[in-house]
């Protein structure tokens, strides 16, 4: 799926907030929540996410999705990660 394309389903899905975002190698970033609902489509790169006690890796062309509230980890590979992200508030 196209950057453009997907930024577009976001919005017509109800995300209010769309970044491009990219996050360098680096340690991995402790367990957190966010308030927002997260819909990601990974551009370059690799991000990992610990959801419950199991590791997911996703790369470049994958898309992943987060509820608000769900403590998670990240980390964003050996050469960082590129990813257009949705975030929905409220």
Known sequence: ?????????LAVEGYDEVLTK??????EVPAHTHPFAVKALVIDGTITLGVAGQRTDYKAGDVFTMAPGCEHTEWYGDTGVTYVVGRRHG
């Not at 799926?1 to 389903?9: D, G, I, L, T």
Request: hydrophobic share 35%; proline share 13%.
């Open 1 to 9: 799926m196209q950057q453009q394309e997907f930024a577009s389903q």
């Open 22 to 27: 990219t996050m360098p190698a680096g340690p």
